[in-house]
Every structure is written in structure tokens, then in C-alpha cells.
């Protein structure tokens, strides 16, 4: 049994035109020790899965799934208290923007002691020292200083370190980090991974990583979902993926990433952008910005071949 | 934080500077001669004439009455009133706490009320609750409350008979006293019934006075809430798995505070023009009514003391809610 | 998103007209606003048609005659009589013409005014700009009404000093407005592109940049309408503002005050049409906001 399972989720949003699918027939498991990476374009639905996992999402979405289970224990079928046990304190969380994720009201130590208090419990001086081991283990300079800092004192990487130690505060099993260094300067962003992969390993904690930069995925992950406008094209291991994509979108993806482009003049694109509700094409969602789609491919949706391990959402896979 | 409550009070300083020109400007705007004026039709002697035209400075330059204003006003000292020859500034202060209590209880209606109705809405927006919450608080934001309170008067005081209609405290009390707020006072004499008599009289004009603040502080605080609950912030607090409860109180109530605070704080403007209002239905003897008998007694002296005075506190309390607001927000005060 | 009519295209007057209209008949909250308030102004224009009576008319037979749904009520007074036997209804028609037109022209001179003073603060900045914000910050550091009492009371009691005293202390929000628009405005690009096309300051600051601040404006606008119409009513109220016997909705509420307990209905209809009056203003002034600038609509 894995630590955290999902199969069949389908995500819909209420809208003013009616329903818009975000996710449809999401399935994933990870087991602790595991790094998985859900890879994509921004509005194909990678962080929507997580979210609508954490229960994070507005009251505008309908979630539904065949099987969702963290440790066994159905989170559909949770209560509020129950899964607000696991949430925060089990599996938890960090998000996009780091800056705008810390309530600026609250320092940061009160932020981190919130979730100590929540979860873990302990005298106050116990929850202070347990505070200021964590952000030296995130790599914050000075944290006797800055467990009484406001986060708009910090920059956008302090403010990420800051929600990663929140969020392994209570040694979580399973650390969800959507699009983590996103928001950050390059510089930054390769510190931020690198901590958060020690952290994987000296935790064993099981980690799912959101992105869109394949080069992300290739430095960090074990496994990859590939996903697309809701839908997950390709599950592989990062090796098998980056060897021999199955789908044309994990192969378009590819080869954007400069190392791949050879001594071309420009990095090659994928045209097109991810439709959106209104916008959705017949047949395969990808087809109107796939090199190889055929008339076949535009007239009937994709389903992965039963006997493929890599579950590709193509015709003609590569 | 002392810097910046320097820095606010010397930006104040033009303004107080400004509102004394006003209030000193205000007798001698008078069309005509401003002592024959202020005699109205009952006319006046030469003697007394010059009596007043020396008491009150007019024979001498412009610029030296004004300095002689200023000088006098930082003594405390706002001459005497026409009507009743008592300094203007003791006739304020007398009446003052009966204001300041009315005032505070409208503004403690106002939050108690208001507050929680506009997180409520906030949280159910586009449900019956939200649509009643706005629709409640959008008929008391255009209420003419004169009206409101003949209307409650009507209501309560003469059809059930459940309210007095005028005054602050039944005559069988006598209290002394120390705040000059008949509700503490009551209190710290240990006086029940007295008190009960004070909440009494105090209960509907207090409501009346308060409707209006209890509307704006609604709206606002939905607007606020509304748009603090979209913030990531927020998001990060629910996934920290914390109740919703803390969540919306805590988290997301705790921002939306910051522009509650500055509403709350233009409020008291608002308390003050209604309590004009207010207190003349009620009879209450706070300034408001006492302002309003010195316009129509042509009391000028009361006047142009009264309006110095309430511009004073108006300039004090936004000075408070600037310093709140730098307390509630980090961003400000770092 | 809003509801656009195809017939127009973008950029255009018409378009523009079509995109708000769309957005403001979205809520019906603003529509029933709007039509009422076209309502009381067709009543206020055409008042000597529509009154049943002469509002200043006494009949002596008839001091205090309940409304019609009573016993003792008659046809004749639909919201029955005063003490001196006027007809309610007729007065609060009649009223409705003084409310509103002195209500509308106290927007007109205050945004006027208020638009001048907000410009050349805004575009000039400097000392002079100091000197308006200082002036409308000592205005409001006096209670509104407090101010306008004092006003009306140098100016002595009646209509035309109502209005002024009105209009003075609404002065500083349009004042704030402007400027705040027109330094969010300036350094855009259409304006350096239209003072390098040689426009002196004048044009400057009322054909470039006033149209384009103009949203904000127009929702403050019927902000002080509805502020107005209150404002004169607590004017009359207190005896400061119209004189009797003019029929003006505070004054007869005044007036009323004393039969309160006997003649609930002289009372309780003037303060009614001007609750409902400002609240529809308000509910108009809503939509407005929401349709003339998104940027607005939280607040």
C-alpha cells in the first residue's frame, strides 16, 4: 500500500458558462522515500490534483475520484477534524509565491509556531527551540533574529525557506512543493531545490514536485506524470523519460530545454497555448499543436493501451 | 513608533492652524455688524455695546484679535458665552462626557454588530445571509436617522413604553461625578439600578447613533474579508490544517482589520455630525444639542469655541487611528 | 464578463455605452434603483399635475386626518393631513422637486469646484498643491454637518446658504479624487504624447487628462447626491435649512415632530421617501461603481 493513492480524480469547476473539467482521470501513488514530478504547462491542471488532495480548493470546484487514500485512510470519507489531523501535519504543503503565502500580519516564528502548536503541541519554550531548529535547518542565517521578523522583511528565498520549514515542522510523510522556485531568481532557485531534495532524503519523506521546467524534473525527480490540460499524457521513470518520451508533448517539452537544442539558433517552442473552457479542441486535447496529429487524432480522444506502462495519451505513441 | 507619532502630530499642526482661522473667521464673516447681530431683535444699549466690543476684542486690529484667539485658546481660555456667562470652555467640558459616551456606545453598537455581520456575509457570500446583511446594512448606511429616531421613539418609548424618551438617567438618581460617563460612574458609585436607569436612556439613542457606523463598518468589512479570503495567505492557513474558524478570525480577519481600522476611525466624524442629530431628538445635553442652541441663540462666542474644540478631538482620533493602524499593520511600522 | 452588443465596434462611444450598460443592468439592484429614482423625477417635474392638492393649502375642516386605510380616512388624503390640514401627499410630491433640484445642484457646484481645485493640485503639484490639501483637510476636520450649520448660520438660514454649505463639505472629496486620478494619470503615455504634440496646460489638464479620471467622479457624484439629499433633510430638521412653508421633507418632519404620538403618519412618510429616496440613489450609485470601474468594486 502506497503512502498516498489517487485514482480516477476528476476535478470540475463551476463557472458562470457552465462546468470547466481542470482534471480529469488523475491517478498517482507515491510511497515514502519517493520524489514524483508532475510536469506541464501553466493551466494544465498540475496544481488543481494536489490541491483538491489537500482540500484547498474554493467551494466553486467538485472533486471526485475512485480511490483517494493517504496511509490508508480514504480522505474522501474524512471529516473536516480528521483530515485537518493529516493536513499540515502528515502531508503538507508550500506554494508558488512565497512572499504573498505568509500572512503579513504574523511573524514568522508565530507562523511556524501555529503549526507546531496545531499538530505537535508542547510547552511554549519547547515549541520556540523546535522553531528555531528549523529554520537553521532550512539554512536561515541569524534565526534568533529572524524568528521575530514580518515576512515583507524578507526576500522571496528567505520567504520559501521560511514555508519549508513550516511545512516540515511536524515531519510530515509527504511534502507537496507546487512550482517552488518559480517566483524566485535563478540563483535562488537551484539552493531551494537542493534543500528541499536533503530534506527528502534525510526525512525519508515522500515528495511530489510541481513544475513546469523539464530541467527541474531531470535534476530532481524518480518518477514523472506528464500532464496537459487536465489530463495526465505519460507516467515514466525520469530516466526511461528523458531516453525515450512516449508522448509528442513530453517531446516537445524536451526539446525547449536548451541543453537539448544543440547549436540551433533559437530553442525550438511548442505553438499554441493550453486551451482553456472555451477553447477545447475534438478529438486529442494536443492536437492542434502536435507536430504528428493525423485526422484520427482529430476526431477521437486518446486512450492509453491497457499494456503500457507509461499509460501514454496518444494514438501513435513515439 | 514615537517618531511617527511626531511626525503625524506636526502634520497636524497646518490644519489645527487652518481650523482656528476658521472658527476665529467664522463672527467676523458676519454680514453686518457681528455684535448688533448677535443682540438679534432684542437690540442692545451703547454701553453694553462697548462692554461687548471690548470683551470680545473687535476694536482692535484684525491680525492682533487673531493672536490674541491663538493666545487665549492655548490657555484654555475660548472667552465666555453669551447666553449664560460661563466660560465656553467649562460649558464644553461639561458637556462633553454625555457626547462621549453616547458617541462610544454608538461606535461599540456599531462593531459589536457590525463586524461579525460582515464576516458572516464574507463567508456566505452570495447566500440569503449576504444578500440580508447587505441589504440591511445598505438601508441603515442611507437611513436619515433623525427619522430613525422618531421612528424608534415612536415605537419603543411611546407605543410599548420599554424606553424613556429623553435625558441620560432617571431624576430619582443622583450620581457624582468622576468620568462624567454616567454608565462607569454608576458603576464605580455601585449603584445597580442607577446603572441599569443610565443603560436605560442610553440604549436607544445610542442604536440611533450608531445605525450608520454599523453599516459602513459592515460593507466594509465584507469588502475586506472578501478580498483578504482570496489570498494566498489564507490558503496557506488551511493548509497548516487549521480550523476554519481560525482561519477566517484569525488569519484572514486579522488583515482585513488594517482598512476596518480606517473606517472605523472615519467614523467618528460621522458619530459627531449625528450626534447633533441625535441628541436634539433625544434630548440628550451633550455638544451636539449645546451646539446646536448656541447657532440658534446666536451664541457666537460657544459657537466659534465649540467648533474649535470638536475639530480638535475630530484631529485626535484620526491621529489614534493612524497610530492603530500603524499598530495592526507591520508593514507600517517597521 | 460583461454582455456586449455586437453592433458596435470596440473603441468607439457607442461600444463603450454598450459595455456599460452591459455591466450596470447586470444588477438588478441598480436597475430598480434607476427606475425609481427616473420615477421620483418625473413626479418631482411634473408635481403640480400629479399633487391631488395645493401643498400649502389649510384646510381647516381636515387638521390631521389619518390615511386612508383608517376609519376616519378618506380618499380625499390618500396619506392623510397635517396639523394645519395640508395634504400630506401633496407636500412630499411637492418636496421631492426642492430635495431633488437643491440636492443636484449641490453635485454640480461641489464637483465643479471640487474637479478645479482636484486639477490644478494634481497637475501642478508644488506649494500649490499643499495649499488645497491643507484647505480641504481643515474642512474636514469639522463634523459635516457641524460645518454646514455653522455656514448656514453666518450665511443666515434658507435655501441658497443650505446649498452652499452643502456643497462645501463635500468639497473635499472630489478635490482627493481628482488629484489622486490625475497623478495616477500624468506621467501616462497619452498625455506626454499629447504635451509633445504641443497642448498648453489647460488642454492638458481638462481635454486629456479630466475625461480619463472622469469614473471615479461619477460615482462619487451620486455619492453626494444621496449624501446631499440627507443633508438638506437634517438641515430642515433643525430648522436651519428650508423655511416654512415651503414643503421640504426635514422641515415637515419637523414640523410633524410634536404630533408624533397622535399622527404617526405625518411623520413616518416624509422620513420614508427620504430613506427610500437615498437608498435607491445608493443602490444606483452601487452599480455605477461596479460598471464604471472594477477597480473600485471591493471598496
Known sequence: MALLEIEGLDVRFRTSTGLFPAVEDASLSVDEGDVLSIVGESG??????????????????????????????????LSPRQRRKIIGGEMSMIFQEPMSS???????????????????????????????????????????KRIGAYPHQLSGGMSQRVMIAMAISCNPRLLIADEPTTALDVTIQAQILELLLELQRDNDMALILITHDMGVVAETAQRVIVQYAGRQVEHQDVKALFAHSRHPYTE?????????????????????????????????????????????CRQVAPKAEADDPARTLCHYPL | MIKFIFIKLAQLIPTFIGVTIVAFSFIRLLPGDPILLMAGERGISAERYAVLEAQLGFDRPLIAQYFDFIGNLLQGDLGTSLVTHAPVMSEFMNRFPATLELSLFALLFAVIVGLPAGVLAATRRGTFIDHSVMGVSLTGYSMPIFWWGLLLIMLFSSTLGWTPVSGRISYLYFIEPVTGLLTIDTLLAGNWDAFRSALHYLILPGIVLGTIPMAVIARQTRSSMLEVLGEDYVRTARAKGLSSFRVIMVHALRNALITVVTVIGLQVGVLLAGAILTETIFSWPGIGKWMIDAISRRDYPAVQGGLVLIAFIVMLVNLLVDVAYGVINPRIRH | MTTLSPSAAPGTLRYQLAEFWGSFSASRGALVGLLFITFILLIA??????????????????????????????????????????????????GARFSLSISAMVVVLSMAVGI????????????LETVITRLMDVVLAFPSLLLALGLVAVLSPGLTSAMIAIALVQLPYFVRLTRAAVIGEKDREYVTASRLAGAGHGRLMFNTLLPNCMAPLIVQ??????????????????????????????????????????AYWAVTFPGLVILLTVLMINLMGDGLRDALDPKLKRS
Open chain 3, 116 to 127: 478645479f481645485l482636484g486639477l490644478l493640485a494634481g497637475y501642478f503639484r508644488g506649494w
Open chain 1, 252 to 296: 516537445a517539452l524536451l526539446s525547449a530545454l536548451p541543453e537539448r537544442a544543440g547549436d540551433q539558433q533559437r530553442l525550438p517552442t511548442i505553438p499554441g497555448v493550453v486551451p482553456g473552457q472555451h477553447n477545447r479542441p475534438e478529438g486529442c486535447l494536443f492536437n492542434p499543436r502536435c507536430r504528428y496529429a493525423t485526422e484520427h
Open chain 1, 44 to 77: 494544465s491542471g498540475k496544481s488543481v490534483s494536489m490541491l483538491a488532495t489537500m482540500g484547498l480548493l474554493p467551494w466553486t470546484a467538485e472533486i471526485s475520484a475512485t480511490r483517494m487514500a493517504f496511509d490508508g485512510q480514504d480522505l474522501r470519507r
Open chain 1, 102 to 144: 505568509l500572512n503579513p500580519c504574523f511573524t514568522v516564528g508565530t507562523q511556524i509556531d501555529e503549526m507546531l502548536k496545531q499538530h505537535r503541541g508542547g510547552s511554549r519554550k519547547q515549541r520556540r527551540e523546535r522553531t528555531l531548529e528549523l529554520l537553521t535547518q532550512v539554512g536561515i542565517p541569524d534565526p534568533e
Open chain 3, 221 to 262: 457624484a451620486t455619492l453626494s447626491f444621496s449624501t446631499a439629499i440627507l443633508d438638506i433633510a437634517a438641515l430642515g430638521f433643525l430648522g436651519m435649512g428650508v423655511q416654512p412653508p415651503t414643503p421640504e421633507w426635514g422641515a415637515m418632519l419637523a414640523n410633524a415632530r410634536e404630533f408624533m404620538g397622535s
Open chain 3, 45 to 94: 417635474l411634473f408635481a403640480p399635475w400629479v399633487a391631488p392638492h395645493d401643498p400649502a393649502l389649510q384646510n381647516r375642516d381636515a387638521f390631521l386626518v389619518p390615511p386612508v386605510w383608517h376609519a376616519e380616512g378618506s380618499w380625499r388624503y390618500v396619506l392623510g393631513t397635517d396639523a394645519v390640514g395640508r395634504d400630506v401627499l401633496s407636500r412630499l410630491i411637492h
